[in-house]
Structure formats: C-alpha cells, structure tokens
C-alpha cells in the first residue's frame, strides 16, 4: 500500500514539474516574441528564439535524466 501511494505520488509530481517547466519556457517565447516587424528589422529577436529553445531542450533533457532516476 505504502509503495502504491509512494509511486503515484512521485508520478503526480515528476508530471507537475515537466507541466510547469514546459509552461515556463513557453512563458519566455511569448514574453520575447517582438512581432514581425521588429523580426524583419533586427536579427535579436531570432537569437533570443535560439537561446530560449536550446534554454527548453536542456530543461527537458534534465528532466528527463530526473525522471528515469526516481522512475
């Protein structure tokens, strides 16, 4: 019963943390989108695209790492 409950409950907070780090990084994206304009005009805006995703790619390989560990 114990590890029943144990396992369940780590499912349930693996599951939050992946919901809230996929959520935060898609956060950024929006708080950075500039529109098409600025695009057009400055390359910055692609650069912080870039930053963000690889920013996302590693938070998912770490929580992937995370997840097979307790798993």
């Known amino acids: 019963m114990t590890s029943l409950l144990s396992g369940?409950?780590?499912a349930f907070?693996?599951?939050i943390r992946l919901f809230?780090?996929?959520v935060a990084g898609h956060t950024?994206?929006?708080m950075f989108s500039g529109g098409l304009i600025i695009f057009i005009l400055t390359l910055l805006p692609f650069a912080?695209?870039?930053a963000i995703t690889?920013?996302?790619l590693a938070?998912?390989?770490i929580?992937?790492?995370v997840s097979v560990l307790l798993v």
């Open 20 to 22: 809230a780090n996929v």
């Open 59 to 61: 938070v998912s390989f």
């Open 28 to 30: 950024l994206f929006k």
């Open 63 to 65: 929580q992937a790492y």
């Open 54 to 56: 690889g920013l996302e």
């Open 8 to 10: 369940l409950a780590r």
């Open 13 to 15: 907070s693996l599951g």
């Open 48 to 50: 912080l695209f870039l």
